[in-house]
């Protein structure tokens, strides 16, 4: 099974990645996660992802598409994936499907969490990250067990720093133009799920609900 989440900056991508790659043993691979990593580790295509993530900006297709061959190239050919965060662009779409066909590897699922882009604000600036583990809080709707601390692998949690409210405005507006093309795109391919769901349980129960339709 090998999944794509879709949806707007705080929709929930990360959020339901993580559960589903737990529930059904997937690799979740997280471009913004890698790239934030990246410039942790100060790599030199991490200072180059750092000021246009800092700016709301997308990072250039060329590094986007570098990082997920990385990912891709490491999978056991047995693995499965859920991708999260890429494609962004169309181009990213047509390139992803050409790289996936080299692998001989087909999408079965490609998800679009669907929500309200005035509710996405406040989900954002309330975000606590890990990291190292990549999981995601919401200090009112998912906080963690202890303060500040990751409960899957005890890091320190964080606020990420696109996570300005003006930052975050302009994320949702550029990501706003870019996914009504990638929507369409794969629609026309037979492969897209729309899912809304007002709570992380809710929505999450609209993706498995998909998920053994088309597996049943
Ligand atoms: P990335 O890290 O992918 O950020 P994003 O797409 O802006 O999405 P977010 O991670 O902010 O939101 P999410 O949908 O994962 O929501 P979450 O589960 O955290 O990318 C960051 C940057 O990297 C980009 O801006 C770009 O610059 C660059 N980048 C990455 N990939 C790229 C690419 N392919 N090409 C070019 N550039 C790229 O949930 C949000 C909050 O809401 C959490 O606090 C959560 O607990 C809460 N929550 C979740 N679901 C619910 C719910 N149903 N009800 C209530 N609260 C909820
Ligand atoms: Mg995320």
């Not at 499965?80 to 992803?96: E, K």
């Not at 954002?124 to 009112?140: D, F």
Request: hydrophobic share 35%; glycine share 6%; proline share 4%.
């Amino acid at each position: 099974m090998n999944l794509i989440l879709l949806g707007l900056p705080g929709a929930g991508k990360g959020t339901q990645a993580k559960k589903i790659s737990q529930e059904y043993k997937l690799t979740h691979i997280a471009t913004g996660d890698i790239f934030r990593r990246l410039i942790k580790d100060r790599t030199p295509l991490g200072l180059r992802a750092e000021k246009y993530i800092k700016e709301g900006r997308l990072v250039p297709d060329e590094d986007a598409v570098r990082i997920l061959r990385d990912e891709l190239s490491k999978l056991d050919i047995k693995s499965r994936f859920v991708l999260d965060g890429f494609p962004r662009t169309l181009n990213q779409a047509r390139i992803l499907t050409e790289i996936l066909e080299g692998m001989d590897i087909k999408p079965d699922l490609v998800f679009f969490i669907d929500v309200d882009p005035e509710e996405l604000v406040e989900r954002i600036s309330e975000r606590r990250v890990c990291l190292k583990c990549g999981s995601t809080y919401h200090l009112k709707h998912n906080p963690p067990q202890t303060d500040g601390i990751c409960d899957f692998c005890g890091e320190k949690l964080i606020q990420r720093n696109d996570d300005r409210e003006d930052t975050v405005r302009k994320r949702i507006q550029i990501h706003l133009k870019e996914i009504k093309e990638i929507v369409k795109y794969y629609k026309e391919k037979g492969l897209l799920e729309v899912v809304r769901g007002d709570t992380i349980e809710e929505l999450y129960g609209a993706i498995k609900k998909a998920i053994e339709v088309k597996f049943s």
